[in-house]
T-cell receptor
Framework: LAKTTQPISMDSYEGQEVNITCSHN???????ITWYQQFPSQGPRFIIQGYKTKVTNEVASLFIPADRKSSTLSLPRVSLSDTAVYYCLVGSPLISSGSARQLTFGSGTQLTVLP | GAVVSQHPSWVICKSGTSVKIECRSLDFQATTMFWYRQFPKQSLMLMAT?????????EQGVEKDKFLINHASLTLSTLTVTSAHPEDSSFYIC????????????FGSGTQLSVL
């Protein structure tokens, strides 16, 4: 399973753009990169997923360089409610024989948005 | 997105009793579900992979006789903490993979277990 490395914590101010980078040097060819958000005492919530280049949805963008050894989650104009822990995971799609590659959580990044 | 329902959201029990936690996929069928455990200020630790119709696969160091997992249908997995002790107090979270969305995992809201 690909190991991920993220900054332990980040601070930002309301209205700013926040970029959180994740390193995954041993990512496999079939691995996707997925980011989750977790608030205290809640289960993680899916934010965005990508395989290469750039992916954008209504809440975030995900930038993946050509070598795929890292990825950057970009949150535009953060608000106080974006204060949470953000996890970067890598994993492969379900393959034959019924075995599934489970996703392993790293330490995550505690993002604190200040007023 | 897909919805995973987890119950109860919190439970308090006496030491030595057993507690069952349910995890349901509401709008999709999940042949595989995952159970995690999370201590305060720490990341999620995978405990086991629950496979519909077969035995669960436990991670190293997780006692299978203590954490019983049953995945009897495509929409329900249960985790039973048997003979609970205070050190079992933790936040337990289940997740399920929606095959229709690739490698996306959808998580339940978690269960806070407190053993007195």
């Amino acid at each position: 399973l690909a190991k991920t490395t993220q900054p332990i914590s980040m601070d930002s101010y309301e209205g700013q753009e926040v970029n959180i980078t994740c390193s995954h040097n041993n990512i496999a060819t079939n691995d996707y990169i997925t980011w989750y958000q977790q608030f205290p005492s809640q289960g993680p919530r899916f934010i965005i997923q990508g395989y290469k280049t750039k992916v954008t949805n209504e809440v975030a963008s995900l930038f993946i360089p050509a070598d795929r050894k890292s990825s950057t989650l970009s949150l535009p104009r953060v608000s106080l409610s974006d204060t949470a822990v953000y996890y970067c995971l890598v994993g492969s799609p379900l393959i034959s024989s019924g075995s599934a590659r489970q996703l392993t959580f790293g330490s995550g990044t505690q993002l604190t948005v200040l007023p | 997105g897909a919805v995973v329902s987890q119950h109860p959201s919190w439970v308090i029990c006496k030491s030595g009793t057993s507690v069952k936690i349910e995890c349901r996929s509401l709008d999709f069928q999940a042949t595989t579900m995952f159970w995690y455990r999370q201590f305060p200020k720490q990341s999620l630790m995978l405990m086991a992979t629950s496979n519909e119709g077969s035995k669960a696969t436990y991670e190293q160091g997780v006692e299978k006789d203590k954490f019983l997992i049953n995945h009897a249908s495509l929409t329900l997995s249960t985790l039973t903490v048997t003979s609970a002790h205070p050190e079992d107090s933790s936040f337990y979270i289940c997740s399920a993979r929606d095959p229709g969305t690739g490698e996306k995992l959808f998580f339940g809201s978690g269960t806070q277990l407190s053993v007195l």
